[in-house]
């Protein structure tokens, strides 16, 4: 048996889950998100809780089970307290700045790079060089922080760029001189 997808997912009061023709919609206090469930997977649901049955041992029926689960499980977290990442701008002039839904960036090209966040993804910057990009959907988030770090990613000499906060970069020496 799985360790993860035996476990219940507990369900919040504020919470409200429904399921019908194998989607699973989640509705809660920061927006409501929807999930096509595997075929072979079956869900018990009850006021308080979810849990995901399988109908036998195959390899793939296991594989999908404890998935299954760690997605409905983020699907009820993100609906109640959302996810974020943070990013963060180093370098000399390299800034961020946000105009509506628009994330402006300036990181040392000839042009500022203007990127339109998703809908249900929100972006705040704090003095001008840390980017915290929030939403309820945790893989919109994370596929929002990794276009942004794309458009400059550290480089391995004196790390500028644009990186995770929890990132760490291993720095190269650089050139010697003469010996």
């Known amino acids: 048996m799985s360790r993860i997808g035996k476990l219940p ?3 919040p009061s504020a919470v409200k889950v429904n399921l019908k023709n194998n989607v699973l919609t989640v509705i ?7 999930h096509v469930l595997a075929p072979r997977m079956g869900l018990d649901i009850t006021q308080e809780s979810i849990v995901v049955k399988r109908p036998d041992d195959q390899r793939e029926n ?20 959302g996810f ?3 990013l963060e701008v180093s370098g000399m002039g390299y800034r961020a700045e946000v105009k509506g839904n628009t994330l402006i960036l300036n990181l040392g090209y000839s042009h500022p790079i203007k990127f339109v966040l998703p809908e249900n993804i929100t972006a ?5 060089n840390r980017i915290t990009v929030e939403g309820c959907d945790k893989q919109r988030v994370g596929e929002t922080a990794a276009k942004i770090r794309a ?17 760490k970069i ?7 001189g003469i010996k």
């Open 62 to 81: 296991r594989s999908f089970h404890g998935l299954t689960r760690s997605i409905i499980s983020n699907l009820i977290t993100g609906v109640t307290k």
């Open 9 to 11: 997912i507990p369900i």
């Open 170 to 176: 291993r720095k190269k020496v650089g050139k010697s």
């Open 28 to 34: 809660g206090p920061k927006g409501s998100l929807e």
């Open 124 to 128: 705040s910057v704090d003095k001008q």
């Open 151 to 167: 458009f400059r990613p550290p480089e391995p000499y004196k790390g500028k760029g644009i990186k995770l906060v929890d990132e």
């Open 84 to 86: 974020e990442k943070i």
